[in-house]
């Protein structure tokens, strides 16, 4: 293969990395320490040209492929396979309180989000749910209400692109005061109803809520970025995901509660505001 030929290669794989990644040009040229310009003139300027090695290098270690595979010298992407298969985990909380969710959302800024929340989105809670929720523990109210700061700012980012799926059933329970929400008031259930609803409106399109028939569909809570991670909730760890296949097998199963959907995007706000707390 000469130069040329590997040159139009590498473009080719680069263009299929940069659209699995889910990013916008500026993102994907931010995550690898280039101008948007220069990203540009690897995927469409007149001559294909390879990249310098600190560009190359920068573009295997962030997007989990082979500097081998991306020179066309090898046909497997992967850089180790073992390790891209395997599922981790990882503490929910660090030493620092600080949530692996709140840097993984900082790192996947530009890429699609796909959610499943395990009680209600956590970018809408009201500072009622997050006191009910701490149970008395101030530190832990100030780690909620910085978690739904932190969130509610990544969905108002003007790159954001996010899907939330999750039961109708959940929000029905809510408002009955049922089950996990034994014991909060009506008043408090309704204002937090309320603010959904207001929240959904605003957020939309940027943030598209759908609600399934729990009954017939179920779904763990997770939430995965883009194609490059997925992190399943169990609690106090996260089982995190980065192999590629499994994390499209997520994807087209999250992709599959959407279809099957009963309240859509358009119209989940005045679903919502059509609750009354029992």
Not at 118 to 139: C, G, H, K, V, W
């Amino acid at each position: 293969m000469n130069k040329r030929e590997a040159s139009a290669l590498f473009r080719a794989r680069l263009a299929q990395v940069l659209a699995q990644s889910g990013k916008t040009q500026s993102a994907f040229a931010a995550a690898i320490s280039i101008d948007r310009s220069a990203l540009s003139q690897l995927l469409t300027g007149p001559d294909p040209r390879l990249p310098r090695a600190e560009t190359l290098l920068a573009i295997a270690a962030q997007f989990q492929v082979s500097v081998d595979w991306l020179l066309g010298l090898s046909e497997d992407a992967g850089t180790v396979t073992q390790t891209l298969d395997a599922v981790e985990t990882e503490a929910a909380l660090d030493e620092h309180s600080r949530t692996a969710m709140e840097r993984w959302h900082a790192e996947a800024t530009g890429q699609k989000i796909r959610y499943v929340p395990a009680l209600l989105p956590d970018l809408m809670r009201t500072p009622e749910i997050i006191a009910f929720q701490a149970q008395s523990s101030d530190q832990e109210r100030r780690r909620l209400q910085a978690q739904t700061r932190a969130r509610l700012q990544v969905s108002r980012a003007p790159e954001a692109d996010i899907e939330m799926c999750m039961p109708l059933q959940s929000f029905q329970v809510f408002a009955q005061g049922a089950g996990h929400w034994a014991g909060l008031g009506a008043a408090a259930r309704q204002r937090q109803i309320d603010h959904i609803a207001q929240m959904v409106d605003e957020l939309y399109p940027a943030f598209r809520m759908y609600l399934f028939d729990g009954r017939k569909r179920f779904a763990p809570p997770m939430t995965l970025f883009g194609y490059t991670r997925a992190a399943v909730y169990a609690g106090e760890v996260y089982l995190l995901i980065r192999a590629k296949p499994l994390i499209r097998d997520l994807a087209q199963g999250f992709d599959g509660h959407i279809r099957a959907a009963e309240v859509h995007a358009h119209e989940a706000a005045e679903w919502v505001r059509g609750l009354r707390a029992g």
